[in-house]
């Protein structure tokens, strides 16, 4: 009974570098989404999946890709880190939004500098 | 845009009181809310999830009451636990939106 699983859960970027964040979750759950948390604020949209081979922007979209080949997998890219990327991303899906909660991993924390 | 508030931001309370969080939202066309708690380095855990349809929700010592019409929602924690200490917030998605709107959270600390 894995539900939502992140890796790494730490990371440290040099400005300018690439990576990618996992997630995968085993709940077979449509929905997925990608969260950021900066200290002492709450948590913004980065980018969501309704289903494999569907993305759509959040919130904070600038600076991240997503691509969703699978119902399972979710991964988040990083493109030419930067230090105002430094934060813990977290990971949710939900089956269906209107009648069931959401799933979180417990985050990436990653550090740019 | 749908807003999500909390307040107060942070509350510290002796052990063993019974105690109230509030979330505020602006936007009453919701399918639900759900109550996560957060410990410090941590993910988010969901607490208690209550439908657009339901007025309360219960678990344990946990009681969360939601009120669409004015817009919000408690979280009522019964004969507090220092293991109780922790963030908690709040979420709501939209109807016909599968984004999920979070409020900043309460950070919440039961002195023994």
């Known amino acids: 009974n894995a539900g939502v699983t992140q890796t790494p859960k730490f990371r440290i970027l040099k400005i300018g570098q690439s990576m990618t964040l996992q997630c995968t979750q085993d709940m077979n759950h449509n929905y997925m989404y990608w969260y950021r948390q900066d200290p002492g604020m709450g948590l913004k949209l980065i980018y969501y999946s309704v289903g494999a081979g569907i993305t759509d922007k959040g919130e904070v979209p600038n600076g991240y890709n997503v691509s969703r080949s699978t119902t399972e997998d979710f991964p988040l890219r990083l493109e030419l880190a930067a230090p105002s990327q430094t934060s813990v991303y977290f990971c949710?899906?939900?089956?269906?939004?209107?009648?069931?909660?959401?799933?979180f991993g417990s985050g990436t924390r990653l550090t740019v500098v | 845009k749908q807003e999500v508030t909390q307040i107060p931001a942070a509350l510290s309370v002796p052990e063993g009181e019974n105690l109230v969080l509030n979330c505020s939202f602006t936007?009453?066309?919701?399918?639900?809310l759900q109550w996560f708690r957060q410990d410090p380095g941590k993910g988010l855990t969901s607490l208690l999830l209550i439908q657009s349809s339901q007025r309360e929700q219960t678990s344990g010592r946990l009681n969360a009451s939601l009120d669409k019409s004015s817009g919000r929602s408690t979280l009522y924690i019964a004969a507090s636990q220092p293991g109780d200490s922790a963030t908690y917030l709040c979420?709501?998605?939209?109807?016909?939106?599968?984004?999920?709107?979070f409020g900043t959270g309460t950070r919440l600390t039961i002195i023994p």
């Open positions: 949710a899906s939900s089956y269906r939004t209107e009648t069931y909660g959401y799933t």
């Open positions: 936007d009453s066309a919701i399918y639900n």
């Open positions: 979420a709501v998605p939209i109807f016909g939106n599968e984004k999920l709107t």
